[in-house]
């Protein structure tokens, strides 16, 4: 007899999502419990398998994050730069410089062997040194905020960063004084968009995340094991704007910086429906989209994401949210590159971010050169370079 074991959920990000879980014994059956977070059906379809070893053409990650996962290990940076090599990547981009010491002391981790293959982005440091529980102590609430922010931006822009990557924080997590959320289109922050433009880099921006995190957990939620695993990944409720409300507003923060260029990072987290994000790419021109952790979504509408990706290829960058293991990147090849049928999305057993299967979409090769390096030689400073080093090695 398995034991039950419940959970109370009450609309909160911070609560647990309910769920009703029974631990089955090894032969689990339906008589005896099998549940959701113990399934793991074998697919019976005997389909084409394409092997990807590398991708086809030189390649710029422009989402990744080596701070946050390798955390200044000397080693596994020399191990995934192997991995960089096998693969035909040739420049990575990571997009955790923060500003007030971070930045410096990370591009003297990635720069000192590997200049040539790493371009950094920067963040706002929105705290500072007030204390994370007290908003009204932060920084970004202080005289001046937005002006030294500015002034630190251009000066990082001299030392070599590449861009500014905003995070889902801003719009989600930061508070005011009052204890409301921070808007992503107030105007306090405009000199900072300004600053990036007139320094010629671009701002990445995480704005919202799966329309499915926005809804009930519960049984019509799509997503429903992966918020059971993370309920605080939930965004379901009183406590958060709507998501409608925080893309609408960073497309205003677009729509008024026309002179700053903008990427909606996974797809301007709205891969759920393209048709949208087309209409987007069409009002605004300074705005460029990629697909970091999204073939999960893109993959289960191969035909509309093939014809969205050869609509919009000037203004497609590739990102992995990585450094992935290698099995991953090979996943990202064959979906772009072949037409495979119902194959995995991630490496990852359970699937992370849904139970279903992906199909390659098989890009034009003219496509692929511009996703893989030419729009990123073009928009970020200092790829071009670097990618013109690798290829001539």
């Known amino acids: 007899m398995g034991l039950v074991i419940g959970f109370l959920h009450c609309g909160s990000a911070t609560q647990q999502a ?25 697919s019976k379809l005997v389909t084409e398998i394409t092997e990807k070893d590398h991708a086809k053409f030189t390649v710029v990650d422009v989402h990744t994050h080596f701070y946050l996962r390798v955390r200044g290990n000397a080693e596994m940076l020399d191990d995934f730069v192997q991995v960089m090599d096998k693969n035909k990547i040739a420049v990575c981009v990571s997009l955790d410089g923060q500003l007030g010491g971070r930045f410096e002391s990370h591009t003297k ?14 963040n706002v440091n929105w705290i500072g040194d007030g204390n994370p529980d007290d908003p009204a102590t932060w920084d ?7 002006t030294r922010t500015a002034d630190q931006i251009a000066e990082a822009a001299k030392q070599g960063a590449s861009g500014l990557k905003v995070f889902k924080r801003f719009g989600l997590g930061y508070r005011n004084p009052d204890g409301s959320l921070i808007k992503i289109d107030d105007a306090r922050w405009d000199p900072i968009w300004q600053a990036c433009g007139k320094a010629g880099i671009p701002v990445i921006i995480h704005t919202a995340d799966p329309a499915a995190f926005f809804d009930p957990i519960d049984k019509k939620n799509e997503r429903y094991e992966e918020l059971t695993r993370h ?10 704007p709507s998501r409608k409300e925080l893309l609408d507003a960073r497309n205003r923060v ?16 709205n891969s759920e ?22 073939i999960s979504e893109l993959g289960r509408q191969p035909r509309a994401a093939r014809q969205f990706l050869i609509r919009y290829a000037d ?29 995995d999305y991630s490496e990852k057993v359970p699937p992370p971010q849904g ?36 290829q001539s090695r």
């Open 18 to 42: 309910y769920s009703q879980q029974v631990l089955p014994s090894d032969d689990a059956s339906p008589a005896n419990g099998l549940l959701l977070k113990d399934y793991r059906p074998q």
């Open 109 to 122: 981790f990635l720069w000192e062997e590997y200049k040539d293959r790493f371009a950094v982005f920067i």
């Open 140 to 146: 970004c609430h202080r005289p001046g905020f937005a």
């Open 231 to 240: 309920p605080d990944w939930s965004f379901h409720g009183d406590d958060f």
């Open 254 to 269: 677009i729509a008024r910086h026309p002179r700053t260029n903008f990427i909606g990072a996974h797809i301007a987290n």
């Open 273 to 294: 429906d393209l048709g949208v994000v087309g209409g987007w790419l069409d009002r605004y021109p300074n705005l460029y989209i990629e697909p970091a952790s999204r």
């Open 315 to 343: 203004r497609l960058l590739f990102g992995t949210d990585g450094p992935w293991p290698e099995q991953r990147l090979r996943i990202y090849w064959r979906f772009f590159e072949t037409s495979d049928e119902s194959f």
């Open 355 to 390: 139970f279903w299967k992906i199909y390659g979409i098989d890009l034009p090769d003219d496509v692929l050169k511009k996703m893989y390096h030419e729009n990123a030689a073009k928009l970020i400073p200092g790829v071009a370079e670097r990618v013109q080093k690798f």
